[in-house]
């Protein structure tokens, strides 16, 4: 019997228990004073009225015999593939309903996906990354390459031609640094990947958070990413279905390597190894797509949009450098004072009571810069800006 040994070469994720040791250990030293927590990737804000009565409606409809609902179509449903289809149309992207697949969220799609592809292809990662595109890729052995994310860049990596690759990973808006493509370079993107005839995968999570015009919020707004792009989206962040579960990948029927075509394997994959999306959380996510629904999330978008901007003011005020919070619900500082990211998870604890997340976390390109999240609750965000800016100034200003 053999086991997958890539697994003894993964890279153990210290990051969150590293944190919440130190959390720990500060509660226990000053337990009069109150944590806030910045370092959250969660969403805080209830799921909106109209996913709460649309899961309500079809619970009711379950526990009827004309109602009821068994397996459902493997793609998921008609109702909310036509809703999402719908969406890309707003954004001048075609995608066909047979292209859709929805899912129960975008990590488990981001990990699937890979199957598709032998091990031995080359796999391009942007560093700082979202550390799940490394892990899976770990996990099954294939080599990856880093392009790096730097403040020269505004930490958005652009293609190397002399870097070969296969599989490309982007995710914009980014986690962890906040930084979204803009159309032009993801063109570039597009065309890199057309000419090493790599796939790329595209990680929308972020996208409703979206405001500036000339950022795609698909890539499929590009001419000539459907020969060559998966895109791998979620309702997690854009409506709070964290818990919930639901997303989608959209694989084109176009798209095609090696006389095979990636949107029927996919059918396969799928329609042999998973069953569905609940009937109850697919009417939630179609609920989320209505005219109604849009404008009730849109609320809880602006609500972590205004936290961005408070914390955003401060790093302003104060002089220091970061990117993202207007097209993201992260804020990715440089640490002032030239600490490392952890020495200024310390100071931001000691000094402040906030707890954020170290950038070395999320790679070796991270090592000096700090995530906030705007996914907090607003005076709290309020609180902990106030104490910032106080301490921030005494100590760097
Ligand atoms: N992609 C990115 C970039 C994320 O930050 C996250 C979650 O934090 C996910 C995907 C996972 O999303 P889901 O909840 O749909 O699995």
New binding site residues.
């Given amino acids: 019997m053999k086991l997958n040994h890539n697994y003894s070469s993964l890279t153990a994720n210290y990051l969150f228990t590293e944190v919440a040791h130190k959390v720990n250990a500060y509660v226990e030293k000053h337990p009069e004073k109150e944590i806030i927590r910045l370092g959250i ?1 969660d969403v805080t804000q209830p799921l909106v009225k109209c996913a709460v009565e649309a899961m309500q409606q079809a619970s009711q409809e379950m526990g009827t015999r004309e109602g009821f609902h068994g397996y459902g179509p493997e793609q998921g449903y008609a109702f909310l593939r036509q809703a999402i289809q719908a969406r890309y149309a707003q954004w001048n992207a075609a995608v066909d309903q047979t292209e859709i697949f929805v899912s129960d ?4 799609d ?1 990990a699937n996906i890979l199957g598709l592809f032998d091990v031995d292809n080359i796999v391009l990662v942007p560093d700082p990354v ?1 550390p ?1 595109y490394v892990d899976d890729n770990q996990m099954d052995g294939r080599k990856i390459v880093y392009v790096h994310g730097n403040r020269e860049n505004s930490f958005l990596p652009m293609p190397d031609p002399t870097i070969q690759a296969d599989i490309i990973y982007l ?1 914009s808006p980014n ?1 962890p640094t906040g930084a979204a493509y803009t159309k032009r370079q993801l063109e570039s993107w597009v065309e890199y990947a057309r000419a090493q005839d790599a796939v790329i995968l595209y ?1 929308a ?2 996208e409703s958070f979206i405001t500036q015009a000339d950022c795609p919020h698909s890539i499929y707004e590009i001419d000539g990413a459907k020969e060559c792009a998966i895109e791998i989206c ?1 309702f ?2 854009i409506a709070g279905f ?1 818990g919930t579960r639901c ?1 989608y990948t959209v694989v084109p029927l176009c798209l095609e390597r090696q006389r095979m075509r990636l949107n029927p394997m996919w059918r396969r994959r799928q329609t042999t190894k998973f069953n569905g999306v609940a009937y109850v959380v697919q009417r939630a996510a179609a609920a989320v797509l209505t005219q109604q629904g849009l404008v009730q999330i849109q609320k809880n978008l602006d609500y972590y949009h205004n936290n961005a901007r408070v914390l955003a003011d401060v790093l302003h005020r104060a002089g220091i450098w970061y990117c993202g919070g207007e097209n993201s619900p992260y804020l990715w500082m440089q640490c002032p004072g030239q600490m490392t990211s952890w020495q200024f998870f310390d100071w931001l604890l000691e000094n402040c009571g906030i707890v954020g997340t170290p950038g070395a976390g999320f790679g070796a390109c991270g090592e000096g810069y700090f995530r906030l999240s705007a996914f907090g609750n607003a005076e709290q965000t309020e609180i902990a800006a106030q104490a910032m800016q106080q301490k921030l100034m005494e100590c760097f200003g």
């Fill in positions: 990737g969220g975008a990590k488990s981001l979202y799940v995710c986690n990680d999570a972020y979620s997690s962040k964290t997303g």
